[in-house]
């Protein structure tokens, strides 16, 4: 069983969703999220696995966007976690706070390059590492806000063209600030602490107290000491939350709480105990359905955070057949990857396109150029000499395939190489759609039988497969009774219907079968008339 979403726990899910297809074991996948949460059950060949289905990843934004040009609350959090860093942690190149001289959007006319390379030059700013000029102020709170909130944006002023869609930032003056300050800020309001969203001033305060914690922290470890962001730690989070707000006042938007502004930072969403005990109570009895041998009877349940128009909080689903697109539970997984075989080298094939995008552990790369090319080995040492070389050295062109082999997961994945030469910018690959030009599957036959399948051999094709005899074929018929379609017979009518509707039960209720009696294939002009009766049905099956 598997818990609370979280997206650092992505990859373990493929990896416990990947060897229990192996295994041929249901899986109960479950998770929460503040007051909503789900319960569903995996089992192999019959219905949708974790991977079926694309998930969300963690959303990442331009570097210019957050130094230049922010626009939304989360661009200032990320420049305040970068800002942490650039000032007590770790520098990194690409967590630069300063403005981006390289946006495109940014072209100067010639008295404003005069103007910015004069500042440059001759400047209070000198152009060293943002550490280096902060150590060398002792960390003086009133210069630090001075060159981040004032001189940076006045900095950014001078990049005309940035502003002639977008409202211009505002700078600000510590002194003047200070000066201006009612007395009604420094009075503490009514609520949470938490949950109080302060003033400018306020915010400044919280800056400067922040700031000198964090400076006997830093000091106290030493000299080349760092200081590792934690949202769990007081001063670092008031650090952000502070210079955060900061600039967010700058670009005109509405300042957040520390709790709203904690929440974004560290990517989390508030456990709520209840929704945990809800979705335990489900896990528990979809497990006593697979462990009495009932999985026909497993749901997929949603908790909702309000009723929907039935008054149920608890909306019960039928499970989802395994989607014929997804490259993990089908009996021959296979994917086509656009790259540029000239700029792509097998290191990065390996560390970013298999393990980090599909997922795999321990990957056996071959070449099906008919001599059995070995690529990439799991073995320690075999194939190191390839990691530098790019795929055109060994013959990979547009309309390669090689086979991926992983043993750790009893994985076997197809790839299809599309080559292209233009690419997005700072795309270095694309997982498209299906593979180009592929053959409609064969007829069952033997061979078919023994062909390569992820986990045991004897479950090449699932237990939903369509391929069935043709008397079994047109003894169902599918009918649409609400919307007055066209009643067809066809078993591949049938098949896109059924796949293109969510079929709902009436769990709730304990009448999940009673509403779709079994009729003879004769009762079934009558059908429309006996699905009026219900609204809850959409879709009726009849032998």
Known sequence: MMGKQHPVSLAARNHVNRMCLAADIPLIESGTAGYLGQVTVIKKGMTECYECQPKPTQKTFPGCTIRNTPSEPIHCIVWAKYLFNQLFGEEDADQEVSPDTADPEAEWNSETVARATATEKDGDVKRVSTKEWARSTGYDHVKLFNKLFKDDIMYLLTMDKLWKKRKAPIPLDWQHLQDSACPQEDSPASGLKDQQVLGVWGYCQLFQHSVETLRSQLYNKGDAAELVWDKDDPPAMDFVTAAANLRMHIFSMNMKSRFDVKSMAGNIIPAIATTNAVIAGLIVLESLKILSGQLESCRTIFLNKHPNLR?????????????????????????????????????????????????????????????????????????????????????????????????????????????????????????????????????????????????????????????????????????????????????????????????????????????????????????????????????????
């Open 311 to 543: 008054k149920k909080l608890l909306v019960p689903c039928v499970l989802d057949p395994p989607s014929a697109n997804c490259y993990v539970c089908v009996s021959k997984p296979e994917v086509t990857v656009k790259l540029n075989v000239h700029t792509t080298v097998i290191l990065f094939l390996q560390d970013r396109i298999l393990k980090e995008r599909f997922g795999m552990v321990a990957p056996d790369v071959q070449i099906e150029d008919g001599k059995g090319t070995i690529l990439i080995s799991s073995e320690e040492g075999e194939t190191e000499a390839n990691n530098n070389r790019f795929l055109s050295d060994f013959g990979i062109c547009n309309g390669s395939r090689l086979q991926v082999d992983d043993f750790l997961q009893d994985y076997t994945l197809l790839i299809n190489i599309l080559h292209s030469e233009e690419l997005g910018r700072d795309v270095e690959f694309e997982v498209v759609g299906d593979a180009p030009d592929k053959a409609p599957p064969p007829q069952t036959n033997q061979e078919e039988v023994n062909s390569i399948t992820n986990g045991n051999k004897d479950s090449a094709r699932p237990s939903t497969s369509s391929m069935a005899a043709p008397s079994e074929a047109d003894d169902v018929m599918l009918v649409e009774s609400d919307e007055g379609e066209t009643l067809s017979s066809s078993p591949t009518a049938a098949a896109t219907a059924a796949s293109s509707k969510r079929k709902h039960s009436d769990a709730e209720t304990g009448e999940a079968f009673n509403k779709r009696p079994r009729m003879d294939q004769s009762s079934a002009a009558a059908a429309p008339t006996a699905a009026d009766d219900d609204e809850d049905d959409d879709i009726m099956v009849l032998d």
